[in-house]
């Protein structure tokens, strides 16, 4: 008796062979699949980290130049004077110049919730430490992540990078 399926090979001599249909994936398979997605993954995140660095480093230009704007709107309204912070190490422009502004949501360096170093800086001249509207000149600076570097920003119109070995402001001088 010969019963033929769609699975099933007849053979002239009366046998039938019955052939296994696939059903799936074999192991070897599937981890070759597995390791080719992880390599290609890796290569993804690799590519993508300075991409990440570069994009901070234009936020960081971009919210110091948003300061600026306000520092110099600041200065029309008030006989061209900014607000008087002369202290050595600067202020974090994200809190006390935002206040000495009257802003109430100002830009935050995008890495400082993770590394405090990150931080958006202000410093003037002036005789005290205030906010009083008594300074002539300022410096604003951030920190750079794609070099050792940080952005600086000055009242005299000079925009660069400097190094951050050696880094000091004095009485809102531009050190660039």
């Not at 080719?36 to 995140?45: A, P």
């Not at 660095?53 to 309204?77: G, H, M």
């Not at 912070?85 to 110049?97: C, E, H, K």
């Not at 190094?163 to 531009?174: D, I, L």
Request: a positive charge; one cysteine or more.
């Amino acid at each position: 008796m010969r019963i033929q399926s769609k699975n099933n090979l007849n053979l002239s001599s009366g046998f039938t062979l019955i052939s296994k249909a696939c059903e799936g994936f074999t192991l070897i398979e599937l981890l070759v699949v597995i390791s080719v997605i992880g390599i290609l993954t890796t290569m993804v995140l690799v590519s993508f980290g300075p991409a990440q660095k570069q994009a901070r480093d234009i936020q960081r230009k971009s919210d110091i130049k948003e300061y600026q704007n306000s520092l110099e709107t600041f200065a029309n309204k008030g006989n061209g004077l900014y607000p008087s912070r002369p202290d050595a190490a600067g202020v974090t422009a994200s809190s006390r110049l935002c206040s000495d502004l009257g802003i109430t949501t100002c830009s935050e360096d995008p890495k400082n919730a993770a590394d405090a170093t990150y931080v958006y800086k202000y410093q003037s001249d002036g005789t005290v430490s205030d906010g009083t509207s008594v300074a002539a000149k300022y410096v604003l600076w951030a920190k750079i992540e794609n070099s050792t570097n940080y952005w600086v920003n000055c009242s005299n119109g000079k925009v660069g990078t400097k190094a951050q070995t050696g880094f000091s402001v004095s009485g809102g001088e531009c050190p660039l």
